[in-house]
Nanobody, 116 residues
Framework: QVQLVESGGGLVQPGGSLRLSCAAS????????MNWYRQASGKEREWVAA???????MYADSVKGRFTISRDAAKNTVYLQMNNLRTDDTAVYYC??????????WGQGTQVTVSS
């Protein structure tokens, strides 16, 4: 199985930046794609960004040009660099791993609040 632990959330002013981290452990070799999702209060969870094992990246239109997903294979960690944050980026951010053997795994989430 795959275990995921997110960190790096917090309170930031509009226009500010944060970097989220997602540390993976367990059957890491089986991971094909890592994703970031977010869920704002009262809304459905939405996909934010993805990175494949071949380092291809994809982004939701709402974050394109502001967020960057990357990974450090040596540290088994995926990052989400978030710049020019807006109030509508406020949400709980979740890390997701898609494993060829074990399917979907999720982290516990980290809160990001963008407010002045």
């Amino acid at each position: 199985q795959v275990q995921l632990v997110e960190s790096g959330g917090g309170l930031v002013q509009p226009g500010g930046s944060l970097r989220l981290s997602c540390a993976a452990s367990g059957s890491i070799f089986s991971i094909n794609t890592m994703n970031w999702y977010r869920q704002a209060s009262g809304k459905e969870r939405e996909w934010v960004a993805a990175i494949t094992s071949g380092d291809s990246t994809m982004y939701a239109d709402s974050v394109k040009g502001r967020f960057t997903i990357s990974r450090d294979a040596a540290k088994n960690t995926v990052y989400l660099q978030m710049n020019n944050l807006r109030t509508d980026d406020t949400a709980v951010y979740y890390c997701n791993a898609i494993s060829l053997l074990y399917g979907d795994s999720w982290g516990q989430g980290t809160q990001v609040t963008v407010s002045s």
